[in-house]
Nanobody, 117 residues
Framework: QVQLVESGGGLVQPGGSLRLSCTASGSIFSINAMGWYRQAPGKQRELVAAITSGGSTNYADSVKGRFTISRDDAKNTVYLQMNSLKPEDTAVYYC???????????WGQGTQVTVSS
C-alpha cells in the first residue's frame, strides 16, 4: 500500500506560478513512477507530467516548457513547479504513484488549482 498526500494548490492569476507537492508513505520501495494528473470539470483526467524511478520525465504537450516535475528521494516527495499558468490549467490536480509488478495505481485526494484574474 502507498499513501499519497498532496499540497500546494490554490488561486493564482494568469502568468503566475504554483508548486504542488506530493509526499508518499507506506511501500515506497515498490513505486516505479510518480506523476501528476488533472481533471477539469466535464473533462477526462489527463496526464500532466510523470517521473520514473530512474529519473526519466515526460510531459503533456500543453505544459511543456512551463511545468517541471522533480523529486526529492530523501523526503519521498515529488514536486510539480507550474509557471506561466493559464486559465486552461484550472483543474483538480491528482498525484499518482504506479507501483509493483502489476503497476497498480495509487491516487492522492486531489488539490484544486484555479487560474483566474
Amino acid at each position: 500500500q502507498v499513501q499519497l498526500v498532496e499540497s500546494g494548490g490554490g488561486l493564482v492569476q494568469p502568468g503566475g506560478s504554483l508548486r504542488l507537492s506530493c509526499t508518499a508513505s507506506g511501500s515506497i520501495f515498490s513505486i516505479n513512477a510518480m506523476g501528476w494528473y488533472r481533471q477539469a470539470p466535464g473533462k477526462q483526467r489527463e496526464l500532466v507530467a510523470a517521473i520514473t524511478s530512474g529519473g526519466s520525465t515526460n510531459y503533456a504537450d500543453s505544459v511543456k516548457g512551463r511545468f517541471t516535475i522533480s523529486r526529492d528521494d530523501a523526503k519521498n516527495t515529488v514536486y510539480l513547479q507550474m509557471n506561466s499558468l493559464k486559465p486552461e490549467d484550472t483543474a483538480v490536480y491528482y498525484c499518482n504513484a504506479r507501483a509493483g509488478q502489476n503497476e497498480y495505481d495509487y491516487w492522492g485526494q486531489g488539490t484544486q488549482v484555479t487560474v483566474s484574474s
